[in-house]
């Protein structure tokens, strides 16, 4: 008997070309902008030696992909990941293009890739790769402040951007805006406040914003607040564990399941995002965890009955195999790519409501942006007015306790003197780009009769403003 072929699995790129395409049906412009919006300008690959600790060579693969320069500079993360490759770059790109344009962060759309699994290398073996794939890279014209600005993702953090910034530097002398080469770097070395933890806390502004909409939450069947909402995590990295934190401690959310590479930790009374996270920094996972109940097979648990949950961990996870079986009322793709389209056809026929990458997780861009105008403009915010705003303040509290006789509570006087601080400025500026995108998406998908899910609308919205740029660009002959 004749064994049918298996439809082949679409990849990443095509699964978020499907996507935008089915939102471009919306858009009214010409074809032929609509195909150069969907393609990959451009694409490097890269090949490498480094020495390892032991003497032997090893050859290192990486790309960096642009996928739109229609605004400049590109923008866009690096992996480091052992099964990354050209495809899932270019998809990973592409999702920068329309994530820079819902929050208006003036970038094109980038993304760059090694193939290595990190924890098989020592930190000096790390570094050698960092700075062979920077020299490429810088080499090649995809690392500049003007051209393409990486950032970290998946494998990679503060120490390789500090890295990078090194090798721009010695490479460019010269160049006074050297910092803006890339973004995501230590504070102490021209970095920004609250970056590390921007992605995830741009996840809770999403969400918060989200249960400011009654319409929207009446879609997925859910009212109040966040207070109380049971929530499963997928992935307790650094966008992962900064969303639970926050939506834990401040927002009064029970994590009632965290999935890791491992298996998973369910309670339903709540899990401690802080004490789980301790416990896999220390003994590298969440198996043995004293509390909760441990789930070996851990992806299983994306199925739970729950109100929200929050893929945080890679691409592909829900797709036609469980889609079926999800239960949440609303998913926030704090990853990027985290559903198929396939798998996201079935939910939306399901009516379970998906907040969507491109807009859930463009926290990291944001701020990633402030750390860019910071580095250009050469200066910490609030450097210049923070004292003028602290001063002018304390007169207005005096003046209204000279008038009315009566002193003000320590608790109001406290938030009226809130520093002008970077941190204050950076979370700010977050939480207005996150609550107005959200707005835009929420509004389309309300007024446009033939949209029927916000990642619709996201892309939508996303399509209209970069076929705008072109347009007003005008196409160069
Ligand atoms: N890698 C992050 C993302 O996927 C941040 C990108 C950036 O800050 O440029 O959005």
């Given at each position: 008997m004749a064994i049918a072929p298996t439809k082949p699995r679409k990849s990443f790129s095509q699964s978020v070309n499907l996507m935008v395409e089915r939102a471009m049906q919306h858009v009214n412009i010409p074809e032929g902008l609509k195909q150069q919006i969907i393609a990959c300008n451009n694409v490097i690959e890269v090949q490498f030696p480094i020495v390892m600790d032991d003497g032997s060579v090893r050859t290192i693969k990486g790309w960096r992909a642009v996928h739109s320069d229609h605004r400049s500079p590109a923008k866009g993360g690096i992996r480091y990941a052992a099964n990354v490759n050209q495809d899932e770059v270019i998809a990973l790109a592409s999702l920068m293009t329309y994530k820079c344009a819902i929050v208006n962060v003036p970038f094109g759309g980038s993304k760059g890739g090694v193939k290595i699994d990190p924890r098989d290398f020592s930190e000096s073996e790390l570094e050698r790769i960092t700075r062979r794939y920077a020299y490429e890279l810088i080499l090649k014209g995809?690392?500049?402040?003007?051209?393409n600005v990486p950032a970290p993702d998946m494998g990679t953090g503060q120490r390789e951007m500090s890295w990078i910034s090194d090798v721009y530097r010695s490479m460019h002398p010269d160049d006074i805006n050297h910092f803006a080469c890339v973004t995501g770097k230590p504070v102490a070395n021209g970095g920004i406040q609250g970056r590390v933890e921007a992605t995830g806390r741009g996840v809770q502004y999403a969400l918060q914003e989200f249960f400011r909409h009654p319409r929207d939450m009446e879609m997925a069947g859910l009212s109040g607040s966040l207070e109380g909402k049971r929530i499963v995590v997928q992935g307790l990295g650094n966008v992962g564990f900064h969303a639970a934190k926050f939506l834990q401690?401040?927002?009064?959310?029970?994590?009632?399941c965290i999935i890791e590479r491992d298996g998973a930790i369910i309670d339903e009374n709540g899990l401690n995002v802080q004490s789980v996270r301790d416990y896999m920094d220390e003994y590298g996972g969440i198996q043995g965890y004293p509390e909760g109940k441990y789930v070996a097979d851990g992806i299983k648990c994306l199925e739970l009955d729950c109100d929200i949950l929050i893929?945080?961990?890679?691409?592909?996870?829900?797709t036609v195999d469980n889609a079926e079986r999800i239960q949440a009322r609303l998913i926030i793709?704090?990853?990027?790519?985290?559903?198929t389209f396939d798998a996201d056809e079935i939910l939306r026929q399901r009516g379970i409501v998906i907040i969507p990458d491109a807009y859930a997780n463009a926290g990291g861009v944001t701020v990633s942006y402030f750390e860019w105008l910071k580095n250009l403009s050469h200066v910490r915010f609030g450097r210049m007015t923070r004292r003028l705003d602290e001063y002018r303040m304390k007169q207005i509290i005096d003046a209204m306790e000279l008038l009315t006789g009566k002193q003000l509570p320590d608790s109001v006087k406290k938030n009226l003197t809130l520093p002008t601080e970077e941190l204050v400025m950076v979370r700010s500026g977050l939480e207005d780009t996150m609550r107005l995108a959200y707005q835009e998406i929420s509004q389309a998908f309300h007024e446009q009769p033939n949209i029927h899910d916000f990642r619709t609308a996201c892309f939508y919205i996303s399509i209209k403003k970069i076929a705008q740029t072109y347009l007003d660009m005008g196409i160069w002959p």
């Amino acid at each position: 008997m004749a064994i049918a072929p298996t439809k082949p699995r679409k990849s990443f790129s095509q699964s978020v070309n499907l996507m935008v395409e089915r939102a471009m049906q919306h858009v009214n412009i010409p074809e032929g902008l609509k195909q150069q919006i969907i393609a990959c300008n451009n694409v490097i690959e890269v090949q490498f030696p480094i020495v390892m600790d032991d003497g032997s060579v090893r050859t290192i693969k990486g790309w960096r992909a642009v996928h739109s320069d229609h605004r400049s500079p590109a923008k866009g993360g690096i992996r480091y990941a052992a099964n990354v490759n050209q495809d899932e770059v270019i998809a990973l790109a592409s999702l920068m293009t329309y994530k820079c344009a819902i929050v208006n962060v003036p970038f094109g759309g980038s993304k760059g890739g090694v193939k290595i699994d990190p924890r098989d290398f020592s930190e000096s073996e790390l570094e050698r790769i960092t700075r062979r794939y920077a020299y490429e890279l810088i080499l090649k014209g995809y690392i500049s402040s003007g051209g393409n600005v990486p950032a970290p993702d998946m494998g990679t953090g503060q120490r390789e951007m500090s890295w990078i910034s090194d090798v721009y530097r010695s490479m460019h002398p010269d160049d006074i805006n050297h910092f803006a080469c890339v973004t995501g770097k230590p504070v102490a070395n021209g970095g920004i406040q609250g970056r590390v933890e921007a992605t995830g806390r741009g996840v809770q502004y999403a969400l918060q914003e989200f249960f400011r909409h009654p319409r929207d939450m009446e879609m997925a069947g859910l009212s109040g607040s966040l207070e109380g909402k049971r929530i499963v995590v997928q992935g307790l990295g650094n966008v992962g564990f900064h969303a639970a934190k926050f939506l834990q401690e401040e927002d009064g959310a029970h994590i009632i399941c965290i999935i890791e590479r491992d298996g998973a930790i369910i309670d339903e009374n709540g899990l401690n995002v802080q004490s789980v996270r301790d416990y896999m920094d220390e003994y590298g996972g969440i198996q043995g965890y004293p509390e909760g109940k441990y789930v070996a097979d851990g992806i299983k648990c994306l199925e739970l009955d729950c109100d929200i949950l929050i893929p945080a961990a890679l691409e592909s996870q829900i797709t036609v195999d469980n889609a079926e079986r999800i239960q949440a009322r609303l998913i926030i793709e704090a990853a990027n790519g985290p559903i198929t389209f396939d798998a996201d056809e079935i939910l939306r026929q399901r009516g379970i409501v998906i907040i969507p990458d491109a807009y859930a997780n463009a926290g990291g861009v944001t701020v990633s942006y402030f750390e860019w105008l910071k580095n250009l403009s050469h200066v910490r915010f609030g450097r210049m007015t923070r004292r003028l705003d602290e001063y002018r303040m304390k007169q207005i509290i005096d003046a209204m306790e000279l008038l009315t006789g009566k002193q003000l509570p320590d608790s109001v006087k406290k938030n009226l003197t809130l520093p002008t601080e970077e941190l204050v400025m950076v979370r700010s500026g977050l939480e207005d780009t996150m609550r107005l995108a959200y707005q835009e998406i929420s509004q389309a998908f309300h007024e446009q009769p033939n949209i029927h899910d916000f990642r619709t609308a996201c892309f939508y919205i996303s399509i209209k403003k970069i076929a705008q740029t072109y347009l007003d660009m005008g196409i160069w002959p």
